[in-house]
């Protein structure tokens, strides 16, 4: 290996012949002075060029003499300079809005060739106003359901944000929010995500070939980026919806040096309902709401330094009251995060991104009645620090290095109880811990511009540590014995090393070929009891009883472009294989963990999953949108459930279908539709029941071999947009969710009718269904 890398090396040294010089600097907005990722910068005069990156810098060497500088992103001027080439220097952009820009800027922000070019497989990204101009559901728009239509993506289920990518599990997904990963993404039981549109740049997914850089999970990256906030001027934006309002304030706190953005968001529909329940009902007080604030500051020092302190802080609080009985119940949850970033430029080919970050997911249930009171609590606390470096040699060469640490705390469960002012012992509140620590080098070059390579390592360590206690059990699941390991005390370790490789063949200018393997580890665990992301969900480290998830997958795509780049069409294969997968034992029921350890409930087996996914999107025009199609097989094998015998994963999917398209009528109304068909969510039913003792007993069939009915609907929406009066403008949104009132399937349950006694005993199947036609309407304004 060390050869070959030396190889290349000299061949791209080779190539670099003659003196050169290096130019960089960073592409902004110049109406908000925000950075533009994905802009494209080239010498007009020869091919040589580059992309900026997730904060707008970019690199360029050329030889010795006199260039055409051009920058361009879609949706702006290009802004053209000619320089004069004798010395390293610094060159920064910014772009103004193209006169008459309509909705050119809802196609995606990058290169119109990137997908053809680049190594990248399965890598989307998603510029917000693509994701605002889609029907949103109750007025609310919505990054994760936007993500769900994208091929190889599948929905948790009817309104859900959860997503599985590939044949993995909603924990098998990295989210990160300004480099902080999110634990739980959920808003209002999994209906909406915690993420405002209105202080998101920048959607990036990736679920084929990741790079180095990323790990600790196996199915897919979705990496998201706050905006900075404008540095120009004083600006305000806002929308009020069926179910929720939210606003957002920036401006500059140093003109052009240093700037913040502050966005609020909170559901009213426990004060909508409040007045019209009476003093008298015994569930007065009972209602639901939720919340989130986001917050960021950033300064820049200089060319070569720039700051930034994000946040954010978000709850859902669930309260149950019943005057009648005395029995109260509050469910609050949510999230919390930091993270604080420094760029810093050591020279024109050397860019290093140093990140302090803190993340927080925590769950909890008090209950009380009369005189008793309960409290069960879970969650997961992350304190990490990381560094990223990214060098250019050349042009056509691109390594990326660092390293990052993360202590973790888990609190799988605590429960605390007590009567009247007394306290009931039920053990100390169960806390795990784990050092977790990485270090990875990331290679991209061209060869002969036919070939492109990415070549990555990424060699992870994961500790869990004491204090920490496991409760042996014997056959019939009682404690036989208790080993106790001390504060800092390993308890069990893992090493693994982490290949990443990724390839283009040109064919020509419009069209390659990529191919991809990757390999990834998985140390940290969601255990969940259902087939959608909920807040009870329990997260949990490796330990000397739950190994480590590994998966590998291999994937090949043609990428082909037509039409001078307008449309854009991929046929991608995967493969994938998954081992040391968790779920919970047959019969196993959700526990307060006192005197036991969470992951002597678990199962363990292997997964594999494997599909092709067909992807056509228009770029360009009054008409854009994209159409995804995935046939796909996902499988689970596990020696202690369904016998041994291999059955579908709960989110198995044959057929997946999304059609997404936007048409602009005219400068003031554009119209957007979606339509997804999607096969039927796997799940086990009852095949028989007996009467035993007075009690009936259900008989139940394989694990998942049953199927529901397959989903489909229509979404339609419609967007006036108000004409401008000076900085003020305002627009409405109307949108129908299930156009055509399809009953999609949510569950099954059966209901009992008649008596055993008289033999008119009788089980009927009943199937559940959430949302039927539903319209909605929301107003957003911006000054």
Not at 183 to 212: C, E, Q, R
Request: proline share 3%; hydrophobic share 35%.
């Amino acid at each position: 290996m060390r050869n070959i890398f030396f190889f290349f090396l000299v061949t791209c040294h080779c190539i670099a012949s003659g003196q050169k010089f290096t130019i960089s600097g960073y592409v902004t907005e110049r109406q908000s002075g925000e950075n533009l990722t994905g802009a494209n910068v080239y010498l007009k005069e020869t091919n040589i060029g580059a992309v900026t990156n997730s904060f707008g810098f970019y690199s360029i060497s050329a030889d010795i003499g006199e260039y055409t500088l051009v920058a361009s992103f879609m949706g702006k001027q290009d802004s053209v300079i000619n320089i004069s080439l004798t010395t390293n220097r610094i060159q920064n952009f910014a772009l103004d809005e193209k006169e008459n820009t309509t909705k050119e800027i809802l196609v995606l922000s990058e290169r119109s060739d990137k997908n053809v070019q680049s190594t990248e497989m399965g890598n989307i990204r998603l510029p917000v106003d693509q994701i605002k101009s889609l029907p949103a559901f109750l007025g609310e728009v919505d990054i994760l359901k936007t993500i769900q239509l994208l091929p190889g993506v599948q929905s948790a289920g009817e309104g859900n944000s959860g997503f599985y990518v590939r044949g993995g599990g909603p924990d098998q997904n990295l989210i990160l929010l300004d480099d902080a990963i999110i634990y739980n993404a959920s808003h209002l039981f999994g209906f909406f995500s915690i993420f405002n549109a209105d202080i998101i740049k920048d959607v990036d997914l990736i679920k084929g070939g990741m790079p180095a850089n990323y790990g600790g999970r196996l199915s897919s990256v979705l990496d998201i980026t706050m905006k900075d906030g404008n540095n120009q001027e004083f600006q305000a934006n806002g929308g009020i919806g069926l179910i929720s309002s939210r606003l957002s304030i920036e401006g500059p706190l140093v003109k052009n040096k240093a700037s913040f953005i502050i966005a609020a968001r909170r559901t009213y529909i426990d004060i909508l309902a409040n007045p019209f329940i009476s003093d008298s009902n015994v569930y007065k007080g009972t209602g639901y709401y939720f919340y989130d604030l986001n917050a960021k500051f950033n300064y820049r020092f200089s060319d070569y330094d720039h700051l930034y302190l994000s946040g954010y802080f978000g709850r859902d609080v669930f309260t149950y009251k019943n005057s009648k009985s005395a029995f109260n119940v509050d469910v609050p949850w949510g999230n919390a995060m930091a993270s604080l970033r420094w760029n810093h430029l050591f020279n024109q080919q050397l860019f290093m991104n140093a990140c302090l970050l803190y993340s927080d997911y925590n769950f909890q249930f008090d209950a009380s009645e009369q005189n008793f009171e309960l409290k069960i609590f879970s969650g997961i606390q992350d304190v990490s620090s990381k560094v990223d470096f990214t060098y250019l040699p050349f042009n056509h060469q691109t390594i990326k290095f660092g390293v990052d640490y993360t202590f973790h705390t888990f609190i799988p469960s605590g429960v605390s109880a007590q009567i009247g002012g007394t306290s009931l012992d039920l053990g100390q509140v169960v806390k795990q811990y784990a050092h977790d620590g990485a270090i990875y080098v990331n290679d991209e070059f061209d060869l002969w511009s036919i070939f492109k390579f990415n070549f990555g390592l990424r060699g992870t360590m994961f500790s869990m540590v004491g204090p920490f206690e496991r409760f042996v059990k014997d056959a019939n699941d009682e404690n036989i014995d208790t080993l106790h390991y001390a504060a800092g005390q390993i308890v069990k370790t893992y090493i693994h090393v982490e290949p990443r490789l990724s390839m283009r063949v040109s064919l020509n200018s419009s069209t390659s070929i990529k191919a991809s393997y990757t390999q990834n580890y998985q140390n940290l665990h969601m255990a969940s009891y259902t087939s959608v992301s909920l807040p009870t969900d329990l997260w949990v480290p490796s330990s000397d009883i739950v190994k480590p998830e590994m998966a590998t997958q291999y994937s090949v795509g043609l990428f082909k472009n037509f039409h001078k780049d307008d449309f854009e069409t991929s046929v991608e294969l995967y493969y994938k294989e998954m081992t040391n997968l968790i779920e919970y034992k047959d019969g196993s029921v959700p526990r307060d963990n006192v005197g036991d350890n969470p992951d002597n409930n678990f199962a363990f087996g292997n997964g594999q999953s494997y599909g092709m996914e067909l992807f056509i999107k228009k770029r360009t025009g009054k008409l854009t949108g994209w159409i995804g199609y995935t046939l796909a097989k996902t499988t689970r094998t596990f020696p202690d459930i369904n016998g041994g015998l291999t059955f579908p994963a709960k989110y198995d999917r044959r057929h997946d279908l999304s059609v997404i398209a936007t048409y602009e009528l005219s400068k003031r109304w554009s119209v957007s539709a979606v339509f997804v068909y999607a096969t039927g969510n796997a799940t086990t039913l009852p095949i028989g029941r007996y009467l035993i003792d007075g009690r009936i007993i259900n008989e139940y069939g394989e694990r998942n071999s049953y199927r529901l009915d397959a989903y489909h609907r229509m979404d339609i929406s419609a967007t006036y947009q108000k004409q401008k009066k000076g900085k003020y403008e305002s627009s409405w949104n109307f949108s129908i969710y299930n156009v055509y009132d399809h009953l999609n399937p949510y569950f099954i349950y059966f209901e009992n009718t008649g008596t055993l006694q008289q033999g008119t005993f009788t089980t009927t199947a009943k199937q559940v269904s959430l949302f039927p036609f539903l319209p909605s309407v929301s107003w957003n304004f911006k000054f």
